[in-house]
């Protein structure tokens, strides 16, 4: 059965520290890659997508992701966060084709200090 | 667009009681999901229509749910009886085929049952 772990639960940093969230999938097909965001207070909201092409994609808000397909691996980065990217961040995975069913990780949350 | 929209924001209700959760989904949006969020399983997916028909409804956990979608604007998740173990935030999204798989989520139904 697919699955999607993410590593952190909880991390926290200080205003213009790098951030990498890493993200990993068990599923040997093609896959479709997501990460959500959940600011505090507001509902879930697309950050950026890899379905296919270059294995480096960029999101909004200066995020970006790498899908490492040997690794398994689709880790979000930011070069330097800011106290506004504190929430909770949700990596999510799904079959390619006509399946529209995402599987999940548990998310990571995240609190920068200014 | 007024987006994804859930009601109640909050509900509160007795073990045994029934509980009716409401979405209307982005006009235009042919895919409709509801998910249940919590803090030990994270994003779960209970079950996801296209064009009114329910797809997929593995995820819902027993026979006390029940989910409806008598047209394109509206969704119902139904909970008879309710649990404590029911409590848990309850989202719904939307998507449009061919939109890219970009999910767009109300605001959830906080859900607590004692």
């Known amino acids: 059965a697919q699955s999607v772990s993410q590593h952190n639960h909880h991390v926290i940093l200080s205003e213009a520290a790098s951030l990498e969230l890493g993200c990993n999938y068990s599923y040997g097909g093609t896959v479709n890659l997501f990460w959500y965001v959940q600011y505090p207070g507001q509902h879930l909201q697309l950050l950026l997508k890899y379905f296919s092409g270059d294995p480096l994609v960029k999101g909004i808000k200066g995020f970006e992701a790498e899908f490492i397909k040997s690794k398994f691996s689709f880790n979000l980065r930011k070069p330097s966060v800011q106290w506004s990217d504190t929430a909770e961040y949700f990596c999510a995975v799904k079959s390619a084709g006509n399946n529209r069913k995402l599987i999940w990780g548990l998310g990571t949350s995240l609190a920068v200090n200014p | 667009d007024a987006g994804v929209i859930q009601s109640p924001r909050h509900e509160v209700t007795e073990m045994g009681q029934e509980v009716t959760l409401r979405c209307k989904p982005i006009s235009g949006h042919n895919s409709l999901f509801w998910y249940r969020q919590t803090m030990m399983r994270g994003l779960e997916l209970l079950i996801y229509?296209?064009?009114?028909?329910?797809?997929?409804d593995s995820g819902m956990p027993e026979d006390r749910f029940s989910a409806k979608m008598p047209n394109a604007s509206f969704s119902t998740l139904k909970i008879q009886p309710s649990e404590p173990r029911d409590s848990a935030v309850y989202f719904c999204a939307s998507s449009r085929q061919g939109g890219g798989e970009k999910l767009f989520f109300g605001s959830g139904t906080q859900l607590s049952v004692l």
């Open positions: 229509f296209n064009n009114n028909v329910p797809i997929d």
